[in-house]
């Protein structure tokens, strides 16, 4: 299912639930967290729904790999130091036990001047 009506980030790609919006293509979408861990922490997310990484198939392989080369970018962007002093977390949790609570896939990228309130 490429939507799914009840998911609250596929409603924040709809503009149904207001976000603080990082970027924008056609693929993806990245909005601040609304409840930071780090100085920087926002998250990057397919529009394409896809519950989590447990879903994920080879023919998400350049979707993937947009999430990926686009988060260090962003990173930057959003006030993350330059490596190696600086740089980022990326996490993506999930499942119960991996700790996810939104199940739309979601990369979460976090940086800044330690310390963090989180991780
Ligand atoms: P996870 O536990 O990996 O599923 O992370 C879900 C993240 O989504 C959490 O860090 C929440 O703070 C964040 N979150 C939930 N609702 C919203 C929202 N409406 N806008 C921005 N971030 C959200």
Known sequence: MSVDANCIFCKI???????????????????????P???????????????SMAHVGAEHASLLGKIMTLAPQLALE???NPYPQGGFRIVTNTGAEGGQEVHHLHVHVMGGPRPWLRG
Not at 20 to 35: G, N, P, S, Y
Not at 37 to 51: E, G, N, Q
Request: proline letters at 10%.
């Open 37 to 51: 861990w780090a100085p920087v922490h926002f998250l990057i997310i397919p529009k394409l729904h896809i519950p």
């Open 13 to 35: 790609v709809a503009g149904q639930i207001p976000s603080r919006k990082v970027f924008e293509d056609e693929d993806l979408f990245a909005f601040h967290d609304i409840a």
């Open 78 to 80: 959003q006030g993350c």
